[in-house]
Nanobody, 114 residues
Framework: QVQVVESGGGLVQPGGSLRLSCAAS????????MGWYRQAPGKQRELVAS???????QYADSVKGRFTISRDNAKNTVYLQMNVLKPEDTAVYYC????????WGQGTQVTVSS
């Protein structure tokens, strides 16, 4: 298995930006699927963005144009750059390292409020 640690969350005003990091305990070079999910209180966990080893990227409609997922294989890290943040982006954000693994981080809180 692979250990996963998220960081970068915090409190930000509407319109602000944050960059989340997902650090893996081993090389992510051959990991087929990696994704960022979020879960707000009382709501289902949803897939925000995903990236594959072949470079395929998908975004939820609600974040398209504002969020960017990327990977740095040398640092074993996946990033989520979040711009033009809205109050409805408030949630705990989780990193998932998929095939050939199935590992979740503990989550990092993002709060967007004035």
């Amino acid at each position: 298995q692979v250990q996963v640690v998220e960081s970068g969350g915090g409190l930000v005003q509407p319109g602000g930006s944050l960059r989340l990091s997902c650090a893996a305990s081993r090389s992510i070079f051959n990991i087929y699927f990696m994704g960022w999910y979020r879960q707000a209180p009382g709501k289902q966990r949803e897939l925000v963005a995903s990236i594959t080893s072949t470079g395929g990227i998908q975004y939820a409609d609600s974040v398209k144009g504002r969020f960017t997922i990327s990977r740095d294989n040398a640092k074993n890290t996946v990033y989520l750059q979040m711009n033009v943040l809205k109050p409805e982006d408030t949630a705990v954000y989780y990193c998932h390292i998929g095939t050939p693994f199935d590992s979740w981080g503990q989550g990092t809180q993002v709060t967007v409020s004035s």
